[in-house]
């Protein structure tokens, strides 16, 4: 029971950073995006670092299912017990 709580405590913390990363990464990307505007920035150029940006946004979206899932795991087996 005790490693069951470890790991669920990990994983929130877990989830918390990634929605921090998520955070930022929003912050990023409109902040790219304002600079972009002002600076006529050419659409090849744009289009790769959004493209960076989604990529980020795909990994990040990804690994907070997973810690969600973890999470949900973990609270089914606390009940099981």
């Known amino acids: 029971m005790d490693k069951l709580q470890a790991d669920y ?4 913390r877990d989830l918390r950073q990634v929605r921090q990363e998520l955070e930022a990464l929003a912050l990023g ?3 790219f ?3 972009a505007r002002k600076a006529l920035m050419n659409d ?10 989604t990529e980020k946004e ?17 609270a089914d087996v606390s009940l099981e017990t």
């Not at 289009?47 to 940006?53: L, W």
């Open 44 to 53: 090849t150029d744009f289009g790769g670092q959004i493209a960076e940006f």
């Open 9 to 12: 405590a990990q994983s929130q």
């Open 33 to 35: 995006i304002t600079r």
């Open 58 to 74: 795909v990994d990040l979206q990804r690994r907070l299912a997973a810690i969600e899932q973890d999470l949900q795991l973990c």
């Open 29 to 31: 990307r409109y902040e």
